[in-house]
Structure formats: structure tokens, C-alpha cells
């Protein structure tokens, strides 16, 4: 079934999908931004009729990957902002839902639930493809990004968020940071001696401040860490 024709049937049965929790509905224009990447995560969308197309921002311009018909949700993930841009395809109306919300709303829906699935694996590739954007000239900003989407990932999967188990060895992260063990471990003490994380025998260690981590990750707190001082003197 081709876009237009979806349009068509998933319009004349607008009315059997309204969401379970109520909220004024807004209108976007056709070709309007519902959000962009990046956009904090303010509610969860409903499309109540219309069409919204979902976008991955690949180079200088967006790829189309996917279409929201009434009934489906935008917004989905467990980001606090967002991992893919989405655009009205047709004038369009949504409901917007509370963020916590997202449980209650999907239920048992198997649909919904497939593109939440969807929206999870996009914001994790968001996630690794972030990391390996980072420069090599900052490596504990590495390091901090994956431990906020350690603690992110074990939030969503209810886990306690701040513990990192042993299962992350040391190899596969510092393989996955383009950097060495020994390096690893000399960031680890640094980011302990900062106050951010501590050992936490036998699971590995805690994390102990996600708005520390984030800021670090996003560059916002100059810093020079003691293996960056070294890393510049062994170049001289």
C-alpha cells in the first residue's frame, strides 16, 4: 500500500484511535518540524490524523526512514532529546502525552511496541555513531559519553543506573574507544579522582553523578586530565 493510499484509509478511521490519555491536540502545516535532532524531548506525540515522516540526518541532508499514520506514536526512545527529525507530511494533527505516559499509552499494542523497539536501536546507533564523532584529542569526553549511555541504557532496561558490571570488560571498551587498556584505566582513576565514579566490588563500578558525566561528555567543562598532560609530553 503506497503513503497516499495509508493517508487515505488510517484518515476515515481517525476516530478509533484516540488516545488513552487526553490533551488538547495541536495542528502542524504540511512540511512543518514537529522536532529536530537534538530538540529536548518535551512530550510523546500521537498522530491523530495526517502523516509524519521521520528523518535521519545523514550528511548535508535528511533520509527519509520511515512514516507515523494515525494511531502511531513519535518521540519514542529513551533519549532526553532526539535522535531523528520529523516533519508533517500533510497537514496534521497530534495529541501530545506526558513522557511518562509512554507505558500507559502503548500497552499491549504490538505495533507500538515494534516502533519502540525501532526508536531504541536508532538512539543507541545515535549514541555510537556520537562516540566515534568524538576526536581522539579527547578521550575522558569518550569515556563519559559511554558511561552516561551505560547508566541511560540500565535505567531503561531497570537496572540500577549507576552500577557498570564487570561484563563491560576492560578490552571491549577500550576497543570500542579507540584507545588502549592501559589508557582506559589511567582515565578511570581520573574520573574517580574527579568524584564521578568510585569502585564498587565485585560488580565493577558506580557512577555517581549523570549530569557530571553528561556535561564532560559534551565538552562544556574544560579539563585536561593528567593523561592528556602525559599523552602531550611523550609527542614533544
Request: net charge negative.
Amino acid at each position: 500500500m503506497s503513503v497516499q493510499d495509508r493517508l487515505t484509509a488510517t484518515n476515515d478511521d481517525a476516530s478509533l484511535v484516540k488516545p488513552r490519555i487526553s490533551s488538547p491536540p495541536r495542528i502542524f502545516a504540511a512540511t512543518e518540524w514537529l522536532f529536530r535532532t537534538g530538540d529536548a524531548k518535551t512530550c510523546l506525540y500521537r498522530v491523530s490524523s495526517g502523516a509524519v515522516c521521520l528523518y535521519e540526518q545523514r550528511g548535508a541532508q535528511p533520509v527519509s526512514i520511515g512514516f507515523a499514520f494515525p494511531g502511531d506514536f513519535v518521540g519514542l526512545g529513551f533519549l532526553d532529546t532526539h535522535a531523528c527529525c520529523a516533519r508533517a507530511v500533510a497537514n496534521t494533527e497530534v495529541t501530545c502525552l506526558p513522557l511518562e505516559a509512554l507505558a500507559s499509552a502503548i500497552g499491549d499494542d504490538p505495533e507500538a511496541k515494534a516502533k519502540l523497539e525501532d526508536a531504541i536501536e536508532r538512539e543507541f546507533e545515535f549514541l555510537r555513531h556520537a562516540l566515534a564523532r568524538a576526536g581522539r584529542e579527547a578521550p575522558i569526553e569518550r569515556l563519559a559519553a559511554f558511561l552516561a549511555s551505560v547508566w541511560r541504557t540500565n535505567q531503561y532496561e531497570g537496572r540500577d543506573p549507576t552500577i557498570v558490571r564487570e561484563a563491560y570488560a576492560f578490552g571491549v571498551v577500550a576497543d570500542l574507544l579507540e584507545m588502549t587498556i592501559e589508557d582506559l584505566r589511567m582515565l578511570l582513576l581520573e574520573l574517580e579522582r574527579l568524584g564521578l565514579i568510585e569502585a564498587h566490588p565485585p560488580a565493577g563500578i558506580r557512577l555517581k553523578d549523570l549530569g557530571a558525566l553528561e556535561k564532560l561528555a559534551a565538552g562544556t567543562v574544560p579539563h585536561r586530565t593528567r593523561f592528556e598532560v602525559e599523552a602531550t609530553r611523550r609527542a614533544v
